[in-house]
C-alpha cells in the first residue's frame, strides 16, 4: 500500500454538470464532439464540479487479470494494517464511451471516509473500441476476482457491495444479474441506465441542449451497443430482466432533470415487487450528474452522506 499523495487537479463544464437552461456561451455538448474530445472535456467538467478531493490514507493502482487483457484498478483504504475491511467495488459513469478510474477518483475518496470502508474502481473497457458486453464483462471479472483474492486486497467477502453511477450504476445493476457471481450485501445505483429503449416521460420531457438530454443518452447507446437488438440483453437493460427475486438490497438515486430518471425509478419499482429491500430517492432540483459535483452542487452532499448511510447499514452491522 502506497501513502495517498493527494488529489487530481481540477479543470472546466460540460453538458451532463449543467442544470436545464444553463446555457454557458461557447460550451459545446458532448454529442456533438468526436470520441477523443467528448473524453477530454468530460474529464475537465468533472474535476472542476468535483472541489477538492479528499485525502486517503493508501491510495494504491494495480492490474487485475479481466477477459480482454488486464484491468486497471483503484484501491482506496482509509485505514492502515491488513485487516479484512468492507469493500465497495465502484464503476465509473461516461455512457460507456467516456470516463476512467480518475473519473470516479473524487466519489471514491469521499466514500472510503465517510462509511468508511475499502473503494475499489474499476477500469472496464470502454466503447466503442469496445461494444456491449465487454465492459459487463470486466466489471463481472474484477468482482470476482477482487472476491476470489480477498486475503491479498485485504477484502472482507462477507461484506462486499457493488456502486456507480450513470452507466456506472447500470454495470452495477448488470453484476448483480449474474447468478454466478460472489454473493454481495448491498448494491448502489445512482441515476442508473435501465432500459435502452427510453421510453418514459422524463426522457421525453428532458431535450435541452445546454444539459445531458436524450440526445446524449441516444449517443451514447449508439457508441456501446453493436446492434440495437443487443440492447434487449438483461445485461444492457436490467430493467428487461424476467426475474430480479434474490437481488442485493439496493439504494437507486435518481434526479428529477434526468432523462434517466423514469427508469431508474421504474427499476427500484421492480426490485421492491421481487421482494428486494429497497431505498428509492430523488433529489429535486437537480440534473444528471450532480453527484459528481460536491464542489457546486450541494444536493451532491446529501446524496453521499445518504450512500454512506446505507452503505454503514449494509456492511458495517
Known sequence: MSLDSGPRPAAGPAEHERRPGDRRAGVRPLYTMSIEEARAADLAAIRAAAGTGEAVRHVTDRHLPGPGGEVPIRVYRPVDGAEPLPTVVYFFGGGWALGSIETSD???RALANAV????????????????????VHDCRAAVAW????????????ARLAVAGDSAGGNLAAAV??????????????????TDHRGDTDSMRENDDP????????????????????????PWASPLLAEDLGGLPPAL???AEHDPLRDEGERYAERLREAGV?????????VAHGFFAMSGVVAAAGEARAEVAGFLRDHLLR
Open 106 to 108: 473524487e466519489i471514491c
Open 116 to 135: 468508511p470502508c475499502q473503494v475499489i474502481t474499476v477500469g472496464y473497457r470502454l466503447a466503442p473500441e469496445h461494444k456491449f458486453p465487454a465492459a
Open 210 to 233: 445546454a444539459a445531458f438530454n436524450r440526445h446524449s443518452v441516444a449517443w451514447y447507446w449508439g457508441h456501446y451497443l453493436a446492434d440495437p437488438e443487443d440492447g434487449r440483453h
Open 252 to 254: 437507486v438515486i435518481t
Open 277 to 285: 429491500p429497497v431505498v428509492a430517492s430523488r433529489y429535486d432540483g
Open 146 to 157: 477482487i472476491a476470489g483474492h480477498a486475503d491479498e486486497l485485504g477484502v472482507d467477502p
Open 176 to 193: 448483480t444479474l449474474d447468478r454466478d457471481r460472489p454473493a454481495l450485501a448491498a448494491q448502489v445505483l445512482v441515476y442508473p441506465n
